[in-house]
Structures are given as C-alpha cells and as structure tokens.
C-alpha cells in the first residue's frame, strides 16, 4: 500500500495564510525553514518525517485543540511532532516560527550514531509548547544559520540538537556522550585540505565526518577538541581570510563573496566585519 501522509512541511504549504520567508537544505531529506502565519487553521493528519519547532516571536494566539484547553503558545516554547502523530491548531495572532523536518530513516540513523544504540530503541517523544533552554538554542542557532545561509551551522546547530533531545531527562534520558581526544593527525591535515580545495563551495557537515569514517556528531565534538573551534568557526575564518587576500586586487566585493563560499555579499561583509572590525570596502580602501 502506498503512503500518503503528507510532511508538517508540505501541510502549511498548502494553507492560505502561511507564509515561509526562508528555509535551507540540509541533506539527505533533512531541512529547516522559517514560517509566520495568522488567523488560520492547521490539521496535521499522521504527517511524515519528525518536526522541531521553536516559536521566535507571537505566539500566544495559538492553540492546540486537541491538547489542553489552556496550552497556548509564547516565543521560546518548542513543540516536537513525531512522524505519524495528528494534531489540530488554531492560530488567532500573527506569530513566527522556525521548523526543523527530519525524515524517520534520517532521524533513527542520527540517533543510532550518536548514542552507539540500536535504531530500534528510538522513541521520539510528542511535545506542545515546553520549555527546552538547551533545544531552544539549538533552535536559535538554527535561525540565524537559515538566514545567514550557512549550511555548515545549521548542521552542526541540528547534529547537537538531536544529542541534546535525548539526554534531557524528560526526553529520553540518554547517557551523554563524552568525547576524549581529538583528531587523528592524518584525518586533521585530509580535513583542512579538503576545507580549503572547497571554500568556494557548500562544505557540508557529513561530507567532513566522512573523511574520518565517522559520524556528524562525534566528528564536531572531535574538532573542536582538535583545533578549538567548531567546524563552521574554522570555515569562517578560512573564508574571511581569502577574502582579505583577494580584496588586495581588483575584483568586485560580490564576486569575491561568491568566490570565498559566502551565500551573498551581505552575509560577506557581515562575516568579515565581525572577523575584522572592518568592512570589506573599508579593508580594500586601507590596503
């Protein structure tokens, strides 16, 4: 028998009022994006894959009519739809949200790697406006890597998301991993020159992991125990510092964002700023 369930993804697609301003591919199914809507009325019937959402802003005009009567959403709660469970919503005030959908297969393969458990044992959890500071975060970071484009953090924000979902208590209960040591010396010279043969490009999480045979999560932990930084800080860095050299010719400011593997000249001078104290304009004009 086929299956016809539809993702929470494509159910809001399909409304009137719900408008997605941005969103980003993750791979392998896996994709986040960022939602508002208003005056509206959502029925989720057994939707595929797993969502996370976390509410940014608004939110107290909305219910859940199949929960209890008095649940109404606030900025910074999160709910948690697992694939298959149904739910019915109604929203009366503008509010925005940000989604995170994950396949099953995805969502049973994270779990199984991170926790060195049996796919089987996963059980995810129906949650409807909790407060979760740690996933909250996660979620957070999430937003900012939607809007920046940054697919090496929005990785890295989702990989620790589903390792801190299951350790919380309320969610699992799951033993947090510990990491000791880093990086094999010969996966840590492979890594860096595959960073910077790719610059230019999307350099993906898992694509990194797999240079070390080893899974997004453990990898992340591994390198920032390596090298101090996060696998997104180190790209960042490597990025600005292209830009600065090619910033002494003279090639457009948008060519050269496109060139270092920033999504836009935006989201360039905004790195370099930060990493700088200078835009890239103001760098260019003091060489």
Known sequence: MNDSRLSVFRFLSASPTARMSQSIDLGFGRSAAIWSNAHDRMSYQRPDGHTFSLYLSGGAGTRRLDGGPDARGRPGVLCIMPQGYSSEWEITDFFEFVHLYIPDDQMRRMFAE???????????????????PALALRLRQMTEAILAG???????????????????????????????????????????DYIEAHLGETIRLQDLADIGQLSAFHFQRMFRASFGVSPHGWVAHRRVERAKMMLSGVEPIAQIASACGFSSQSHMTRAFKLGTGLTPSAYRQRQ
């Not at 699992?172 to 991993?177: E, I, K, L, P, Y």
């Open 114 to 132: 991170t926790f060195d458990r049996d796919a089987r044992l996963m059980a995810l959890p129906e949650v409807t406006f909790d407060d979760a």
């Open 150 to 192: 940054g697919h090496l953090l929005a990785e890295e924000a989702m990989t620790q998301a589903i390792h801190d979902l299951f350790v919380d208590p309320r969610y699992g209960g799951m033993r947090a991993c510990t990491i000791s040591g880093g990086i094999a010396p010969h996966v840590r010279r492979r890594t860096l």
